[in-house]
């Protein structure tokens, strides 16, 4: 057995009963809210684990590495997020395996996502990663550009525009976190206002997921605190 592995329900256990604490605290329904377990970096293993445990839903980073674990877990029915930096020329096996797109924030890119989705496939979900404070190097797109990429991508025909993605500055104050995640929901609100249908909003991650639920997060990704440190 793997040592990370260990106490690993015990964890996962853990994180949800936090999330249920801040859905509640905010008179939401935890149901409401989707654990998302970030596995990037970690062994197909402590997935199949994860999955014993009752987790869902996988994260990935790097689309080598999670074909790699599609193939060795093929046999359990996970629902996989692409989570990373998507490259134009690594569209296609995103298009063919996975469920979920989070960091959409090229048009290029949803195009050839849409291309390239099988016809036999549902259509793919996206979020468009919107990029809130001085988070260049993250991704995302500048809120002013992204209702006309949004509506852009929702008229994609094998896409499903879901929502908004973010990875704000790191904060350790809770009420400076819940600010960031406050405006990507705001952000969503008025898209929503303005004829698109928006329910995802994908934030929070291991140091501040309980903020984001609070704001009204439908995703939220978690990696160290369910997993530890990743290897590299
Ligand atoms: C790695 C990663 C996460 C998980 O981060 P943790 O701090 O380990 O919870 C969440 N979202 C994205 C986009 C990531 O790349």
Redesign the pocket.
């Known amino acids: 057995m793997l040592r990370s592995s260990q106490n690993l329900p015990e964890r996962i256990d853990a994180r949800r009963a936090r999330m249920a604490a801040a859905a509640a605290s905010a008179g939401r329904n935890v149901d409401s809210v989707t654990l998302?377990a970030?596995s990037?970096g970690q062994p197909a293993e402590l997935i199949r684990a994860a999955a014993a445990a009752g987790v869902t839903d996988i994260?990935e980073?790097y689309v080598a590495e999670a074909l790699a674990k599609m193939e060795t877990l093929a046999d359990l029915p996970l629902t996989w997020h692409f989570?990373?930096r998507l490259q134009a020329n690594k569209t296609r096996p995103v298009a063919e395996r996975f469920a979920w797109v989070?960091?959409l924030d090229r048009l290029k890119i949803a195009e050839r996502l849409c291309a390239q989705r099988p016809y036999h496939a549902p259509a793919l979900n996206v979020c468009i990663q919107v990029s809130l404070g001085d988070e260049a190097s993250?991704g995302g797109v500048p809120s002013p550009e992204v209702p006309a990429l949004a509506a852009a991508v929702a008229a994609l025909p094998r896409l499903a525009l879901r929502g908004l993605?973010c990875?704000p500055p790191e904060e350790a104050d809770p009420a400076r976190q819940r600010g960031w995640f406050a405006r990507l929901r705001t952000l969503r609100d008025s898209l929503n206002a303005a004829g698109l249908r928006l329910d995802a909003l994908s934030m929070g991650?291991?140091?501040d997921?309980e903020a984001a639920i609070q704001e009204g997060a439908t995703l939220v990704?978690?990696?160290?605190?369910?997993?530890g440190p990743?290897g590299s």
């Open positions: 998302l970030v990037k994260g980073s989570i990373g989070h960091g993250k993605m990875i991650m291991s140091g997921f990704r978690i990696g160290t605190a369910l997993f990743r």
